[in-house]
């Protein structure tokens, strides 16, 4: 057995499943969770001394790679001055300035812990703001766990084949409707059946957990357009793109204003961090200002904030950083995409920038339906492949590829001849 088996085999006895995610469980491709002991720059490296290039990136944070030395040397020294106060701090005021001054619509913005609770504490923002109870989501799209979002929810859900989770009450989805993704008309008939109903219509800019699935042209905007038709609040669940696509996340990829947006992944550099902010009018709402009851003891928490702030600095002084990723994404994901077309096995490409998804299907993926058609033994098969071969993937099927600024040519060369060497059949 590796010690990685050895502390899986304890792990299933006192952690359900093994993991504090479902997402982390080897489950859907036949085998066992690797051990993760430590990582630097695109790297990981497990408890049996393997070393892997790393595609998950911590699920999207580690968009300057592992380990990153300003990030590093940020949380060290603010780890000195005290791990929390829960009291008002510089450090909050700094990260929400940086981000207010430079991401598009951003008039104020609250920290939170997580991606799910920005989400959770957005919906409420909307429906307080609206005094309006229906949100409009898409089938696909995930938004977190929290009760209300778990329907159709996409990645981990879509994995597990679970169509909802057990445990939500169905009164707490009553008031969810689904749409489909790409698909404006779906979006037209729910504002058509409750024109006057609906507090926000929330979006992931880019679909990343039914793998990737880019908005078609046009289908923002549409969405932007009926929700100031009907006085519905845009929620763009930014979780992913924001800080990936560009510094202001799909807003400014896109040039589509959204009236709310929530933050995860790439705001806490690795620590637990999500926000939502927007438009002022919207955010006053929110307590001690407004009746919108939102709160965390650890929320804005020292060290989190100085990841955050470190990585986002980073970002904010080097903005041709974005460029490169972007062009390193669009070559990279060519050329697999060239490799799928080429190979024995069905498989086709979607990307935006430096996401990107190899489906196991031979139709165009565009929503949720069509995602579904990848065939997961193909997936599971492949992933052992290139897990063989040092390259760490995310262990299912509907999930992004995430590249970092940390991945050099010479690393992605080398994983193009791999799948070359997969797909030919080798
Ligand atoms: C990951 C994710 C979330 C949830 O964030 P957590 O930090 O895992 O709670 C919400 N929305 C999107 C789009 C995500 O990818």
Redesign the pocket.
């Known amino acids: 057995m590796t010690t990685s088996e050895q502390l899986f085999a304890r792990a299933v006895n006192v952690i359900p499943g093994g993991v504090n995610s479902p997402v982390r469980a080897f489950g859907s491709v036949g085998l066992t969770p690797r051990m993760i002991a430590s990582a630097d720059g695109a790297h990981m490296t497990d408890e049996d001394g393997n070393v892997y290039l790393d595609f998950v990136g911590s699920?999207g944070p580690m968009i300057l790679g592992h380990n990153h030395p300003a990030v590093r040397e940020a949380v060290i020294r603010a780890c000195e001055e005290g791990l929390s106060f829960g009291a008002a701090t510089k450090r909050e005021v700094e990260m929400a300035e940086l981000v207010c001054g430079n991401v598009p619509n951003i008039d104020m913005v609250r920290m939170v812990n997580?991606?799910?609770?920005a989400?959770m504490s957005a919906i409420r923002a909307a429906r307080g703001y609206t005094g309006r109870d229906k949100i409009v989501k898409f089938m696909g799209c995930?938004?977190?766990?929290s009760d209300a979002l778990l329907v159709q929810a996409g990645s981990g859900v879509m994995t597990a084949g679970i169509p909802d989770s057990a445990g939500v009450p169905k009164g707490c989805t009553l008031d969810t409707l689904s749409a489909i993704y790409n698909d404006e008309a779906s979006v037209q008939r729910l504002f058509d059946e409750f024109p006057d109903e609906i507090a926000a219509v929330i979006v992931?800019p880019v679909g990343?957990?039914m793998g990737v699935v880019p908005p078609k042209e046009g289908f923002l905007e549409a969405l932007r357009a009926m929700c100031t038709k009907y006085n519905a609040v845009l929620i763009f669940?930014e979780?992913?793109t924001g800080f990936r696509l560009s510094f202001g996340g799909a807003q400014e990829y896109y040039g589509v204003d959204a009236d709310l947006v929530?933050y995860?992944?790439i705001i806490g550099a690795g620590m637990p961090v999500?926000a939502y902010g927007g438009k002022r009018e919207i955010m006053e709402n929110v307590a001690p200002l407004g009746p919108v009851y939102q709160a965390g003891t650890l929320s804005g928490n020292p060290v989190a904030m100085a990841a955050g702030l470190a990585q986002l600095t980073v970002l904010h002084e080097q903005p041709k950083l974005y460029d490169e990723l972007n062009a390193k994404g669009d070559w990279f994901f060519g050329e697999v995409s060239k490799i799928a077309e080429k190979g024995k096995i069905p498989a086709m490409v979607n990307s935006c920038g430096s996401l990107g998804c190899l489906f196991f299907t031979d139709i165009a993926v565009t929503d949720y339906e069509s995602a579904k058609t990848s065939d997961t033994e193909a997936f599971a098969a492949y992933f052992r492949y290139m897990l063989d071969h040092g390259v760490y993937l995310a262990p299912a099927q509907f999930e992004a590829m995430f590249l970092s600024v940390a991945h050099t040519r010479e690393d992605l060369i080398g994983v193009l001849e791999l799948m070359r060497a997969y797909f030919a059949g080798e």
Do not use: F, L, R
């Open positions: 699920w997580s991606g799910t609770e989400v995930y938004h977190g766990h992931e990343a957990n669940d979780v992913i929530t995860g992944k999500g």
